[in-house]
């Protein structure tokens, strides 16, 4: 061997102990993907140190990391009860509560309101009409955005406000809303005096892989007026067609209207992600006075993504799957859960909880519905019962427990939305709100086929290698 050959021998092997070392010391990884890391660099290092380099870490540029984690622990939290509301003390919600609270520092907040739409493109007409009532301020950050008729509607909705003095911030994440922001509309928007802003811009594709990773996206869905009413759910400023992943339409949504307290704490997280972004600050309108009490709904923000250190969504899933009693009702379209989330469901099933899982039959990603499907054999066996929807793909993301409960936001049941996207939910705690969002689980459970253990045993052997595979894979990701 040549000199050459002994240089890239000792590069290569310091390049593999280093990955190795990182792999491991890594904090806050989840065990099954360091072991998953481990093995990929160890076996295959040509391929997995890169591979590492690239999507190994859930990192964020650095700088605009530390940005981020400056400004969430500058901004004021909206003023709260720190004991709580006392609806939630001695029942089981109380420790989903206490853990949420730990996210962002927020406290459940008492005195909402909310209200279900009925379907996307009432939503779409609610928000208008919000828009179109506002007198002081307007904030949006939507994952995705597309120029049909709902994204142009709620473009023109902001262009009327911002024409008559409101002050109008919007927030688009680079990648989910690229064609969109390349658009005449989100032009004729900045003409017209909206503050226009992208999420997480991508810039150079290569200097942002080196620097960070370019999956790493706000995937975020809110609607903030005046300072007091707030949009959640799943939906992203588009027709239910999506016309760019039509074969899979419709796109199947559910957007909450809340008004209250909890409105403010939706602003905290705009007002985090929009400083983050180099927008002005808006600490001034979370020092407001409160909202008055608009109705008995308990409800807390959470807000996560790369900055927070530990799988916190994840957490405050599994809390909540862990205080149901006696049912419980969970929708998304994407099912990659992970050991905590999986351990939570397969627990509850066995002490006797009802519990539903509804995912789409047709899903945009053959990786994640194959993956999904791995889980459905161990979960039928505890007593899951699993429904596939029929009609289109099933987009809303929902956890109703003992319908008293919930979770609803832009966080799916998977390893994505756990640890990489900045994702938005609201747990909430009341009977009425509960029972609505599960009659609309049940509208959408009277479309789905049953999955059945005899179907599942039916499963070809090469398609369940394959499944089995791809779950193995998800730590990885």
């Known amino acids: 061997m040549t000199i050459y050959h002994w240089i890239f021998v000792a590069l290569a092997t310091l390049a593999e102990v280093a990955t190795l070392l990182r792999v491991i010391l890594r904090p806050h990884r989840d065990p099954a993907a360091r072991l998953a890391w481990l093995m990929v660099v160890i076996v295959l290092p040509g ?176 609607l903030i007026v005046d300072n007091a009413i707030a949009w959640c759910g799943s939906q992203n400023a588009a027709d239910p067609e999506f016309r760019i992943k039509p074969r899979f339409a419709p796109w199947v949504d559910v957007m909450t209207r809340w008004h209250g307290p909890i409105a403010r704490q939706w602003q905290y997280l705009f007002a985090a992600d929009w400083i983050a972004e180099g927008g002005d600050d808006l600490s001034a309108l979370l020092r407001a006075p409160l909202p008055p009490a608009q109705g008995e709904v308990v409800a807390q923000a959470i807000g996560t993504g790369p900055t927070v250190a530990y799988g916190a969504m994840n957490a405050c899933f599994a809390a909540l799957i862990h205080a149901a009693r006696r049912s419980l009702t969970i929708t998304t379209p994407y099912f990659v859960p992970g050991e905590q989330a999986l351990t939570a469901l397969v627990s509850a099933a066995l002490r006797g909880v009802a519990v539903t899982l509804i995912v789409p039959r047709r899903n945009d990603s053959r990786f994640v519905a194959a993956a999904s499907r791995s889980y459905y054999a161990s979960l039928l066996e505890a007593g899951v019962a699993i429904h596939e929807f029929l009609p289109g793909l099933l987009h809303a993301k929902t956890m109703v427990a003992d319908e008293s409960a919930g979770i609803v936001g832009s966080a799916n049941l998977d390893r994505r939305s756990f640890e990489l996207n900045f994702e938005n939910n609201i747990l909430f705690a009341d009977a009425e709100l509960a029972r609505a969002l599960s009659a609309r689980q049940h509208e959408w459970l009277a479309q789905c086929i049953a999955i059945t253990p005899e179907m599942a045993a039916r499963t070809p052997l090469a398609k369940r290698l394959w499944r089995n595979l791809l779950a193995m894979m998800s730590p990885l990701l």
């Open 47 to 222: 391929l997995g140190i890169p591979a590492y380099i690239l999507w190994g870490d859930t990192r964020l540029i650095r700088r605009r990391r530390l940005h981020g984690l400056a400004v969430e622990a500058a901004l004021p939290r909206p003023p709260a009860d720190p004991g709580g509301p006392p609806q939630v003390a001695a029942t089981p919600w109380q420790p989903p509560f206490a853990l949420a609270a730990s996210v962002n520092g927020l406290s459940a907040t008492a005195g909402n309101s909310a209200t279900i739409a009925a379907d996307n493109r009432a939503a779409v007409a609610a928000m208008i009409a919000d828009i179109d009532a506002a007198c002081a301020s307007v904030h949006a950050c939507f994952y995705i955005w597309l120029d049909d008729d709902s994204g142009v509607a709620l473009a023109q909705a902001m262009i009327r406000a911002a024409r008559r003095g409101v002050v109008v911030r919007v927030l688009a994440d680079a990648l989910g809303s690229r064609q969109f922001l390349r658009s005449a509309h989100w032009q004729a928007m900045r003409d017209a005096g909206v503050i226009a802003r992208e999420a997480l811009p991508v810039g150079n594709l290569a200097w942002t892989l080196i620097r960070g990773r370019v999956d790493l996206r706000n995937h975020r869905k809110a």
